[in-house]
């Protein structure tokens, strides 16, 4: 006589074990999808991919007007975003032997050094704008310049005019606390790292930059 439910012949699978194959294949094409996913369409070689392709655009605008000063700005920027550092440089070179006064280019240039951790470079542009056309930029790079090269208490001199300038930067907050850490000050590293986060309550950095220092805190996003 026939029992009653699944008629099992000899080599077949039992429906219990087959589920769990079943599932364990789904598992695993899930994984696969999550890691294609994310070299594919999510991971940071998307971004890379998305500067190449402007790149592309802006190559042909230089082409088109190669004394255009803020196409060969433009075309450097994209270079520094895929970190082409040779050619960025070689672009913003160009852009100031068409003016050699342009402060956009300058500032690049600037940058560029910066980037590339050459600060002596980055200092000498940065001083020359000083002298002739300050600014928010001007003095918040020269801060940066110096506390990397750890002339801490010139830092702070720049960093405190560029905060003067722009009272709700975060990044301008964040680099004179860790410049009054190394000048000793830490009740005044304290209020630049909590300045930080009134502005920005996310900002993982400054909140270790507290914990290091015994110091737990909750923010509220000033202006809101």
Same mark, same amino acid.
């Given at each position: $006589?026939?029992? &009653?439910?699944?008629?099992?012949?000899?080599?077949?699978?039992?429906?219990?074990?087959?589920?769990?194959?079943?599932?364990?294949?789904?598992?695993?094409?899930?994984?696969?999808?999550?890691?294609?996913?994310?070299?594919?369409?999510?991971?940071?070689?998307?971004?890379? !991919?998305?500067?190449?392709?402007?790149?592309?655009?802006?190559?042909?605008?230089? *082409?088109?007007? @190669?004394?255009?000063?803020?196409?060969?700005?433009?075309?450097?920027?994209?270079?520094?975003?895929?970190?082409?550092?040779? &050619?960025?440089?070689?672009?913003?070179?160009?852009?100031?032997?068409?003016? @050699?006064?342009?402060?956009?280019?300058?500032?690049?240039?600037?940058?560029?050094?910066? &980037?590339?951790?050459?600060?002596?470079?980055?200092? *000498?542009?940065?001083?020359?704008?000083?002298? !002739?056309? @300050?600014?928010?930029?001007?003095?918040?790079?020269?801060?940066?310049?110096?506390?990397?090269? *750890?002339?801490?208490?010139?830092?702070?001199?720049?960093?405190?005019?560029?905060?003067?300038?722009?009272? !709700?930067?975060?990044? !301008?907050?964040?680099? $004179?606390?860790?410049?009054?850490?190394?000048?000793?000050?830490?009740?005044?590293?304290?209020?630049?790292?909590?300045?930080?986060?009134?502005?920005? @309550?996310?900002?993982?950095?400054?909140?270790? &930059?507290?914990?290091?220092?015994?110091?737990?805190?909750?923010?509220?996003?000033?202006?809101?």
């Amino acid at each position: $006589m026939q029992s &009653e439910g699944i008629i099992r012949k000899e080599g077949m699978i039992p429906i219990g074990q087959a589920r769990l194959i079943i599932l364990a294949v789904a598992v695993i094409y899930l994984a696969l999808g999550t890691v294609f996913g994310y070299i594919f369409v999510w991971s940071p070689n998307k971004a890379v !991919t998305r500067y190449e392709a402007e790149i592309k655009d802006a190559l042909k605008t230089v *082409k088109q007007k @190669p004394n255009d000063i803020g196409a060969r700005i433009n075309l450097g920027f994209k270079y520094m975003k895929t970190q082409k550092f040779d &050619e960025a440089k070689a672009e913003y070179n160009a852009a100031l032997q068409i003016d @050699p006064n342009n402060r956009v280019a300058i500032l690049n240039m600037a940058y560029f050094f910066l &980037e590339t951790k050459n600060y002596k470079e980055a200092d *000498k542009y940065l001083e020359n704008l000083n002298k !002739t056309d @300050p600014g928010f930029q001007v003095y918040f790079m020269l801060g940066k310049s110096k506390f990397m090269q *750890k002339d801490f208490n010139a830092a702070i001199q720049k960093l405190q005019f560029a905060r003067d300038l722009d009272p !709700t930067d975060t990044e !301008t907050h964040y680099y $004179m606390g860790l410049s009054y850490l190394k000048t000793g000050e830490k009740d005044k590293a304290a209020e630049e790292f909590k300045e930080a986060l009134q502005f920005d @309550p996310n900002r993982r950095d400054a909140i270790e &930059e507290l914990k290091k220092m015994g110091i737990s805190y909750k923010s509220e996003v000033k202006g809101h």
